[in-house]
T-cell receptor
Framework: LAKTTQPISMDSYEGQEVNITCSHN???????ITWYQQFPSQGPRFIIQ???TKVTNEVASLFIPADRKSSTLSLPRVSLSDTAVYYC?????????????FGKGTRLHILP | NAGVTQTPKFRILKIGQSMTLQCAQD?????MYWYRQDPGMGLKLIYY???????DKGEVPNGYNVSRSTTEDFPLRLELAAPSQTSVYFC?????????????FGPGTRLLVL
C-alpha cells in the first residue's frame, strides 16, 4: 500500500471551503484513493473514493491530478459539525496480506 | 439494518482479567476487522476475517484472539488484560477487500485497564 502524507491539523471558519491535500508519491497503477471522516467518539465513516480527475458526492469533492501523486479533499461551506479527523488511504488490496493502514489523519477544527 | 454493533460501550478491567468484546453486523459482509485507536492516533489493525472460520493477524495481534464461527459475529478476546491495551476498539466490516470498498465501522468500545 502506498504511504500517504497529510497535514496533522487545520483550522477554518464556518462557511469557508476547506481543502485537505494528501501526498502519495508511490501510488500504484491500480490504487484507489479513499477518504474517511471520524467524529469524536465515533468510528470512521467513508466519505469519498476516486481513481483520477474529479469525483463529487453530496458531502465532498475529490480532486486528483493527472500524475495521481496527490489528491485534495474539498469540503464546501463547512460548518461546526465538520470538525473531525479526516483520513486519506491509498491502495488496492488485491492480496490477502494487504492491509488498510489509517495514519494519524488531519484534525480539522472549524471555528465559528 | 443496524449495521455494525459493538458491546459493551465502555469497560474497566483490572490487570490480568479477561474479557470478550462483541461485534455483530447484519449486512451479510464477508470481511470483518478489529482495530484499536490510542488517543490522538490513527487506527491499527488487530485481526481480520475473510469469512466464517478464517481469521488472520493484522499489525498488532499480540495479546488478542479472535474467532469467526458465523458471518455475523466477530468477537475479540483479551486473555490477560494489560495497561497497554487501554484503548478504543472499533469493529468494521466490508463486502469485499479487492476493490477497496467502504468499511462500515461500529461505534467502538472504550476499554480502560487499571
Amino acid at each position: 500500500l502506498a504511504k500517504t502524507t497529510q497535514p496533522i491539523s487545520m483550522d477554518s471558519y464556518e462557511g469557508q471551503e476547506v481543502n485537505i491535500t494528501c501526498s502519495h508519491n508511490n501510488i500504484a497503477t491500480n490504487d484507489y484513493i479513499t477518504w474517511y471522516q471520524q467524529f469524536p467518539s465515533q468510528g470512521p465513516r467513508f466519505i469519498i473514493q476516486g481513481y483520477k480527475t474529479k469525483v463529487t458526492n453530496e458531502v465532498a469533492s475529490l480532486f486528483i491530478p493527472a500524475d495521481r501523486k496527490s489528491s485534495t479533499l474539498s469540503l464546501p461551506r463547512v460548518s461546526l459539525s465538520d470538525t473531525a479527523v479526516y483520513y486519506c488511504l491509498v491502495g488496492e488490496l488485491m492480496n490477502r496480506d494487504d492491509k488498510i493502514i489509517f495514519g494519524k489523519g488531519t484534525r480539522l477544527h472549524i471555528l465559528p | 439494518n443496524a449495521g455494525v454493533t459493538q458491546t459493551p460501550k465502555f469497560r474497566i478491567l483490572k490487570i490480568g482479567q479477561s474479557m470478550t468484546l462483541q461485534c455483530a453486523q447484519d449486512m451479510n459482509h464477508n470481511y470483518m476487522y478489529w482495530y484499536r485507536q490510542d488517543p490522538g492516533m490513527g487506527l491499527k489493525l488487530i485481526y481480520y476475517s475473510v469469512g466464517a472460520g478464517i481469521t488472520d493477524k493484522g499489525e498488532v495481534p499480540n495479546g488478542y484472539n479472535v474467532s469467526r464461527s458465523t458471518t455475523e459475529d466477530f468477537p475479540l478476546r483479551l486473555e490477560l488484560a494489560a495497561p497497554s491495551q487501554t484503548s478504543v476498539y472499533f469493529c468494521a466490516s466490508s463486502y469485499e477487500r479487492t476493490s477497496f470498498v467502504t468499511q462500515y465501522f461500529g461505534p467502538g468500545t472504550r476499554l480502560l485497564v487499571l
